[in-house]
């Protein structure tokens, strides 16, 4: 039996207001057997430090990522995820973290590659539940293993690879880094280790809007109309456009994938997690300086 | 504090690998839960202080040279706990140290704390960045290059 969704006004106006549930909501539902919330965060030590009583840890980089290949985990080391988790196919899973979920929302995005039904997102995430005035613990709670089935990752629809991009030249793109990353003037100071990609820039016609205009200052999403605002009206996006975004690695994107895919019923709309630390260093490929977008590149071959 | 620098590292090292990946995450708690707050001289400037920028988490470090002696002072916000533990860490094996210790320390030092497994290797090039930062600081003090 599905679990209620939460029945904010605020999120009815969403495409999808299903996928958000409030502090509120939370707070009434952590006894719910059919409920495994998931704290994912940017700093690895944050659940230690205090969480939501009963939530389990995901770490992107520990947990998602493959320790070998850069890519994210297979179907076998998923379901061992999900079951030591508490997790069955079935369950409804609350993710919350830092950073306005950023991790919380790549980790969404990574329970959707396996293509997990119901996973919701605490709005406003780890900083609204500790302003709530909440209880947090350090106590880690007992966890009763699930039951998952072996899914076979899907790259092929919400997930972008460079090939992809590459093919994708004249729909839109959304780079959602900083200004001074996207215009590639950011620069590093002398004599100081310097990590990340060999040329500042941005791939050529993406458009910019930082992930953090997404969200209002309390790091809750920000409204319906406000949000139509900045991605269809300003920029000129439409929900029946095929979208890929990107940042430096895929995190912050998949934040802003989020919105456009669940927030504003964009269909077609991918995360390339390659991002930037993949195309500015990928040998013969284009990129573009300066804050204008730039033109469809020609490529050879 | 009678061991030697290298001495106190070798044994941090031990009891870190000697954990399992979970207990490595307690102790780098309580190396956070410990870092000494800054002297009022650096909280109430905090313009004296290096940003590490290699770290996403806003981390802040300043080194005075007393005489031959290292003094090492970090910061970072309470919800940027791995950070405060890199920190931490480095804090009670450099602090009080000398200078020729400190800068014969070698930067692999993180890596020999089996953290990569526990925290990541990219999360761990922070640490990395924060003792490199910290021994140009003692190298720009020495010279009277910098301040």
């Known amino acids: 039996m599905p679990v209620a969704f939460d029945p904010q006004a605020k999120f009815s106006e969403y495409a999808h207001p299903e996928v958000l549930v409030s502090v509120d909501w939370l707070s009434q539902n952590l006894e719910n057997s059919e409920i495994v919330v998931v704290e994912s965060d940017e700093d690895v030590l944050l659940y230690e430090v205090g969480h939501i009583p009963g939530a389990v840890k995901i770490d992107w980089h520990i947990d998602l990522n493959d320790p070998i290949t850069r890519n994210y985990i297979d179907g076998h080391a998923f379901k061992a995820l999900m079951e030591r988790s508490g997790i069955s196919r079935d369950t409804t899973i609350v993710v919350y973290g830092d950073k306005s979920n950023w991790w919380a929302a790549y980790a969404l995005w990574v329970f959707k590659l396996f293509g997990h039904e119901d996973v919701r997102l605490l709005d406003g995430g780890r900083q609204a539940w500790l302003e709530s005035g909440n209880p947090v613990t350090r106590e880690v709670a007992p966890v009763t293993p699930g039951t998952y089935p072996t899914i076979e990752r899907d790259d092929s629809t919400i997930r972008a690879f460079r090939d992809d991009v590459l093919k994708h030249f004249g729909n839109p793109l959304l780079d959602i880094r900083s200004p001074q990353e996207y215009s590639g003037e950011r620069t590093h100071m002398p004599d100081y280790p310097q990590e990340g990609a060999l040329r500042g820039g941005h791939i050529p016609t993406a458009v910019s809007v930082p992930w953090a205009r997404a969200v209002n200052e309390d790091q809750t999403f920000k409204s319906r109309s406000d949000l139509d605002a900045i991605y269809v009206a300003e920029k000129g996006l439409s929900a029946d456009q095929s979208v890929i975004a990107y940042c430096r690695i895929g995190e912050r994107s998949s934040h802003s994938w989020f919105v456009l895919k669940y927030l504003l019923g964009f269909d077609n709309v991918r995360n390339y997690d390659g991002s930037w630390t993949e195309w500015g260093n990928l040998v013969g490929v284009p990129i573009h300086k300066g804050e204008d977008a730039g033109e469809v590149p020609v490529l050879k071959n | ?147």
């Open chain 2, 1 to 147: 504090m009678t061991a030697s620098l290298n001495d106190a590292a070798l044994e941090l090292s031990a009891d870190f690998t000697g954990a399992s990946a979970r207990e490595r995450l307690e102790f780098l708690l309580e190396f956070s839960d410990n870092l000494p707050a800054l002297p009022p001289r650096y909280s109430e400037h905090p313009d004296l202080l290096e940003r590490v920028e290699e770290c996403q988490s806003p981390v802040y470090l300043f080194v005075e040279l007393d005489g031959d002696t290292v003094h090492t002072f970090f910061s970072a916000p309470e919800e940027s706990p791995t950070t405060r533990g890199f920190a931490g860490i480095l804090n009670s094996l450099l602090d009080g140290r000398s200078a020729s210790d400190v800068l014969g320390f070698s930067e692999d030092f993180t890596d020999t704390l089996g953290l990569a497994e526990a925290v990541s290797p990219l999360r761990l090039r922070g640490m990395r960045a924060m003792l490199f930062r910290l021994k140009r600081q003692v190298r720009e003090k020495q010279s009277g290059t910098r301040d």
